[in-house]
């Protein structure tokens, strides 16, 4: 087995080296670094979205999540899908519109402040490296539960192999090997499925029978309440999970790699297609790996789930389909990697070096220098905190990432695109309010506090009851940026309001550069 | 820079012309209609099942089989969210038939 194992792993590396030499052909600009040139199309966009979207988490963690806990398996997958409804109804087209590079880009086209700058670029680099977190961790767990490879080893291997290929391909590097993943992954689940649904003749009703019996559980898990016993709680997750992606920078990068609000659209409608297949497949596999592979024999491999679907795949396709599985999620954790650090790196490049330190006025080779560097940093900086974050759950940490995002990111862009009153200081008080709070709730829950000695970080009573934040952190950051404003009213009635130029913008598109020329 | 000034005040008047049309005002009207009730009605829709599901029993009603009502709604969000998305790039393109028409008279 070991040998597939290297064998197929070494097919991807390849894989992915061969991609960075002809994009590093490519990447000779900051622009293109940044956000491959803006010249994708909608299919490869939408499958880059879909590569850059669905984590490890999404894939080991989901089918993991509906075999151990049944029907409640859906409140971490729906809000994911519905997310892009968010992203498309609110957010692609008037970002495609007024950013350039990076969100900061589109924030200042109202704003232009060097403070409402430097507050986003932060924020975007502080998020970034909460969600690389949850991915490395998850990356050194799977490599230790996979290859017996120890963690530390594992996750210096994986920024290694990362930085690779963000430090020559950029951004056209990381969405090929986006692109290339989600079609491996979405093809991977496929087969998996068909050889799973095989065993049970293809009975997707006659399943739910078979499932009243194949767990300790018994018939609960068909019934919601075998891992969220509070409403209050699965909404609150929820409802970060479905505003949380409008606001990853990651995320809303993407729709700076295409040409027009067109194509951003399009993109969308692939990924919530290619999303909505593999959420149905994942249903399926959770039940067929609770019942095939057993609810004791998975919780022994991982307590949190995560090695269902390996151990699934090793059941029903031999060893083969178990090392194909492995080298699948090899490639998703180098891909949504690679799309965080260009990301994080962009916002120091683009935003907090030229725009703020330089003027404007740095040149190409000093971004493309600083562009590296700042890689080389987030990575770094990453691989170190993740090392001493073993012990946490990695869909914590993927899911605080989620709720930052829709507590300091999304009421800005959507106040900054929608509402015509708010101001310079409602921004930067509404990202600086959402962010920190967020992360107060945080050390205040029952993620850090547990009366269990040695259960959590810290031991006694949490005081903040929920373990999502989500429900009580995300309208903080919509009330902070309505207060903020109120507080910057008088001084923002002296400067000049730009709602008229982005309104117009936003809502008319990249045809309306004519107008600039005139 | 004082060029870039004048350049400045000639986009502000563009923008200003195009912001006052009333083609652009209807548009607008009817995008936050659209785009309004839609968000509404797909937030609603995910923020309540978990409390459906988890303080009522309405949803255990068998449908067929060992299906309960609560594990169609689970599935139901991959064909509704589907058919958002579509109705979305419909409106889409109408609206963008109209933002083409507005820049046409503007000479943009």
Not at chain 2, 1 to 8: F, G, L, P, T
Request: aromatic share 12%; with cysteine; charged share 10%.
């Amino acid at each position: 087995m070991d040998m597939q194992v290297i064998i197929l792993f070494s097919i991807i590396t390849i894989g992915t080296l061969l991609i960075t030499y002809f994009a590093s052909k490519k990447t000779k600009t900051a622009g293109s670094f940044y956000t491959a040139g803006g010249g994708l199309t909608a299919r490869q966009n939408g499958l880059a979205l879909a590569g850059d979207f669905m984590s490890a988490s999404t894939f080991l963690g989901l089918i993991g999540a509906f075999a151990l806990s049944g029907f409640d398996g859906f409140f971490l997958m729906y809000p994911a899908l519905l997310s892009f409804l968010v992203i498309l109804f609110l957010v692609a087209e008037p970002l495609r519109n007024l950013g350039k590079y990076t969100l900061g880009d589109m924030i200042t086209a109202r704003y232009r402040f060097k403070q409402v700058r430097a507050v986003t670029a932060i924020n975007t680099i502080v998020i970034s490296i909460f969600y690389m977190l949850g991915q490395l961790v998850a990356a050194g767990a799977l490599f230790k539960l996979l290859l017996g490879i120890p963690f530390h080893i594992s996750i210096i291997i994986v920024g290694i192999g990362m930085l690779t290929f963000v430090l020559f391909g950029g951004m056209t590097a990381t969405s090929w090997v986006q692109i290339i993943k989600a079609i491996l992954l979405v093809g991977g689940t496929f087969i998996l499925f068909i050889m799973v649904m095989w065993q049970f003749n293809f009975n997707f009703i006659g399943m739910f029978a078979e499932m009243k019996t194949a767990t300790p559980v018994g018939a609960d898990f068909l019934n919601p309440g075998v891992k969220y016993l509070s409403g209050l709680d699965a909404a609150s997750l929820v409802l970060g999970l479905l505003l949380g992606a409008a606001g990853l920078p990651h995320i809303l990068v993407r729709f700076l790699t295409v040409p027009n609000a067109q194509v951003a659209r399009k993109s969308v409608v692939w990924v919530m297609w290619i999303m909505g297949c593999f959420h149905f497949m994942v249903i399926f596999l959770g039940f067929g790996a609770a019942k095939l592979v057993g609810m004791p024999t998975i919780i022994e491999a991982n307590p949190a789930g995560n090695m269902a679907a390996p151990l699934l795949a090793q059941l029903v396709g031999g060893d083969l389909m178990f090392a194909f599985i492995s080298a699948v999620s090899f490639a998703t954790i180098l891909a949504v990697v690679a799309g965080i650090v260009v990301t994080g790196a962009a916002a120091f490049s683009h935003d907090l070096y030229n725009e703020i330190f330089k003027n404007g006025q740095a040149t190409e080779k000093q971004q493309m220098t600083m562009v590296r560097l700042a890689s080389i940093v987030i990575t770094a900086v990453s691989i170190v905190l993740s090392l001493s974050l073993q012990s946490f759950n990695v869909a914590f940490l993927a899911s605080l990432a989620f709720t930052l995002a829709a507590s300091s990111n999304l009421p800005v862009i959507l106040f900054t695109v929608f509402w015509r009153k708010f101001n310079k200081t409602g921004a930067v008080f509404g990202m600086l309010v959402g962010l920190l709070g967020t992360l107060t709730l945080v050390a205040l829950s029952p993620n850090v506090w547990n009366p269990v000695p040695g259960a959590a970080l810290l031991t006694g009573e949490a005081i903040f009851p929920l373990s999502s934040p989500g429900i009580v952190s995300i309208p903080l950051g919509f009330l902070a940026c309505y207060i903020g404003t109120k507080i910057g009213a008088k001084k923002a009635a002296l400067e000049e309001d730009r709602y008229t130029e982005i309104l117009v913008k936003s809502h008319t598109g990249s045809d309306v550069k004519g107008v600039i020329k005139h | 820079m004082q060029n870039e000034v004048r350049n400045h005040h000639s986009h502000v008047t563009k923008y200003d012309r195009i912001a006052e049309m009333d083609e652009f005002r209807v548009l607008m009207a009817e995008k936050k209609k659209f785009i309004l009730s839609y968000t509404l009605f797909y937030v609603g829709y995910s923020l309540l099942l978990p409390f459906l599901a988890l303080y009522t029993d309405v949803l255990n009603v068998h449908v067929f089989g060992e299906v309960t009502l609560a594990w169609l709604y689970g599935v139901s969000f991959i064909p509704v969210s589907l058919w958002v998305c579509n109705v979305y790039v419909k409106r889409a393109a109408h609206f963008d038939e109209v933002v083409k028409s507005i820049l046409e008279r503007e000479n943009v």
